[in-house]
């Protein structure tokens, strides 16, 4: 065999080695985005693909979606630019609660949230797990939900103003409760 010859074979080995690398690098990750949206969908009871693909888009993990429902929590009490001591309280008490799922919410992860004011990503991502969830329940448990969401979002609100800080919101923290509303009435 020509010298000529052998590497021709080595170049078309290799160009061929390569390609099948990038073929199963890309099956490895067909299949990770397909385990990420399952068990996101597991997690959530989403089943809409588009809502899933566009959570795993925007990096959210299966363990943390459990925690997206503090998310309104979360931005009211960062409207107005801080995250108050009674703010962080309320948000951390109504977190612990029953009704709220303790044991699913990753306490870190939303401690992490109040400390540091988190990317407008993370709303965006809420506003998808809304969406999904509309397309997921019916008429009536939805109501709930959102009756349930917004009623914390609300009080946490309520924590930082008014009197003695009982009672007024400040119109950041309005806009925001109107914007995670109307979240609820959108259809995917």
Same mark, same amino acid.
């Given at each position: 065999m020509? %010298?000529?010859?052998?590497?021709?074979? *080595?170049?078309?080995? &290799?160009?061929?080695?390569e390609?099948n690398?990038?073929?199963?690098n890309?099956?490895?990750?067909?299949? *990770?985005?397909? =385990?990420?949206?399952? &068990?996101?969908?597991?997690?959530?009871?989403?089943?809409?693909e *588009?809502?899933?693909?566009?959570?795993?888009?925007?990096s959210?993990r299966?363990?943390?979606l459990?925690?997206l429902? &503090?998310?309104?929590l979360v931005?009211?009490?960062w409207?107005?630019g801080?995250?108050d001591?009674k703010?962080r309280?309320?948000?951390?008490?109504?977190?612990?609660?029953?009704?709220?799922?303790?044991?699913?919410?990753?306490?870190?992860?939303?401690?992490?949230w109040?400390?540091?004011?988190?990317?407008p990503?993370l709303?965006?991502a809420?506003?998808?797990?809304?969406?999904?969830?509309?397309?997921?329940?019916?008429?009536h =448990?939805?109501?709930?939900?959102?009756h349930?969401?917004?009623?914390?979002a609300r009080?946490?609100?309520?924590t930082?103003g008014?009197?003695?800080?009982?009672?007024?919101?400040s119109?950041?923290?309005?806009?925001?409760?109107d914007? %995670?509303?109307?979240?609820?009435?959108t259809?995917?």
């Open positions: 020509s %010298m000529l010859h052998e590497r021709g074979r *080595k170049l078309e080995e &290799a160009y061929f080695k390609e690398d990038k073929a199963v890309r099956l490895r990750e067909l299949a *990770k985005l397909k =385990e990420t949206t399952k &068990a996101l969908s597991d997690v959530s009871g989403i089943t809409d *588009k809502v899933l693909e566009k959570l795993v888009a925007l959210v299966p363990e943390a459990a925690t429902a &503090a998310i309104p931005e009211v009490a409207a107005d801080n995250v001591g703010e309280a309320a948000i951390l008490r109504a977190a612990a609660s029953v009704e709220f799922g303790k044991n699913r919410v990753d306490f870190p992860l939303l401690e992490s109040l400390d540091k004011r988190p990317s990503k709303l965006e809420w506003m998808h797990f809304v969406e999904g969830l509309a397309a997921a329940m019916d008429p =448990e939805l109501k709930q939900l959102k349930d969401l917004l009623d914390r009080m946490v609100a309520e930082a008014g009197f003695l800080g009982i009672g007024r919101i119109s950041a923290e309005q806009a925001v409760l914007r %995670m509303a109307r979240a609820f009435s259809k995917p």
